[in-house]
């Protein structure tokens, strides 16, 4: 299927590895050009000449984080008339909201619901004198079925979900939409700190309690990167017009529930 997104521009977040590259690799092989970014240089760097190699893309990387004003300011300039926005940033890490700050708070509500709320705020409007824009919010699962540990992205994730509940109505009429990928377990970094951090409460090995996770998902496994690209580049493609203010879960059906 021709996705009819080529030559169109994307900025893609936290895209030096993980679901970030995943959605960027698959953007470049529908042609798209591509403003990456992340903090660490080095890798984002050795992400991007990776793409650059495989899909012939063309790929602007900008170190910096995004969760500042100057990190922002540093993708936007080099990305001024972004036609895809994939919000993404790391989540906060797991824990005891017993000991959580308030500045444990405000940092994740900064970094997983106001950065990309400013992220759009700075790329809607070009879109809709465009009449075309796709934003892909990259959130978690745990908006639809909180996971305990993780209550610093599950109280701010759902918060940019229910912002962009009433925002993604308004646009859509411009041929601009915005969508939320809810990932379960894919095999990323963050899935393998998470491991980490249960697997010493509960006495097992990271290596034993991600076959036990593996084991119990009724895919019988986790994700992949490249399966989560797949889905981020049809939600930016053409065909997704009619498709806004959606959280698409993939999590290999770990999900219970019938809606």
Not at 8 to 27: D, H, I, P, Q, T
Not at 120 to 125: H, L, Q, R
Not at 126 to 134: E, V, W, Y
């Amino acid at each position: 299927m021709d996705l009819g997104i080529k030559g169109k521009n994307a900025l893609v977040c936290a895209a030096s590895r993980g679901l970030g590259k995943g959605c960027a690799m698959a953007l470049a092989r529908e042609g798209v050009n591509l403003v990456i970014t992340a903090r660490g240089k080095e890798a984002l760097e050795a992400t991007a000449e990776e793409i650059r190699k495989s899909t012939g893309a063309k790929v602007t990387a900008v170190a910096g984080d995004i969760t500042t004003p100057e990190g922002r300011a540093q993708a936007l300039a080099a990305c001024p008339n972004a036609d895809i926005l994939v919000n993404n940033a790391g989540g906060p890490p797991p824990g005891d909201f017993r000991s959580w700050s308030r500045e444990d708070w405000i940092k994740a509500i900064d970094a997983n619901m106001l950065t990309p709320i400013e992220l759009i705020k700075a790329t809607v409007d070009g879109m809709i004198a465009r009449k075309f824009g796709r934003i892909v919010n990259i959130t978690s699962a745990a908006v639809r079925m909180p996971i305990p540990e993780l209550g610093l992205s599950n109280g701010a994730r759902t918060g940019l979900t229910g912002f962009v509940a009433g925002l993604s109505r308004q646009t859509v009429q411009h041929n601009v939409t915005i969508n939320a990928l809810l990932p379960g377990p894919f095999d990323t970094d963050r899935l393998r700190g998470n491991m980490e951090f249960n697997a010493k409460k509960l006495g097992k090995t990271p290596a034993e309690l991600a076959k036990q996770r593996a084991d119990a998902n009724p895919a019988k496994r986790f994700g992949t990167i490249d399966e989560f690209g797949a889905a981020c580049a049809f939600l930016a493609s053409v065909h997704a017009g009619f498709i806004t203010g959606q959280n698409l879960v993939l999590d290999g059906g770990a999900f219970p529930g019938t809606l």
